[in-house]
């Protein structure tokens, strides 16, 4: 499966981002999709993961009430919708799925959040 991250950008402190993500190729509706960022000199890290209701939604505490992550299984998309952007923010967005026959990545997406 290929997967084909859009929706970065500039953008200041405060303010929202929607960050998009296309799967071409068979993504089941029990295939976990994620979304992972990595900061500069930072490893990446989960920031949203969605299983499509199976068992819920997982966010790090960093976006908490900040991020939410939305599929839709139908198109094959999953979503990360930002607000309250913060500078620590700032870093490349990777989406992900898990299917059983192993782990496929996106080529991620830069986020800028300036202060």
């Known amino acids: 499966v290929q997967l084909q991250a859009s929706g970065g950008g500039s953008v200041q402190a405060g303010g929202s981002l929607r960050l998009s993500c296309a799967a071409l190729?068979?993504?089941?509706?029990?295939?976990?999709m994620t979304w992972h960022r990595q900061a500069p000199g930072k490893q990446r890290e989960l920031v949203a993961a969605s299983d499509n209701g199976i068992t819920g939604t997982y966010y790090a505490d960093s976006v908490k009430g900040r991020f939410t992550i939305s599929r839709d299984s139908a198109k094959n998309t999953v979503s990360l919708h930002m607000n309250n952007l913060k500078p620590e923010d700032t870093a490349i967005y990777y989406c992900?799925?898990?299917?059983?026959?192993?782990?496929?990545w996106g080529q991620g997406t830069l986020v800028t959040v300036s202060s």
């Open positions: 190729g068979t993504v089941h509706a029990s295939d976990l």
């Open positions: 992900h799925v898990r299917r059983v026959d192993g782990d496929y």
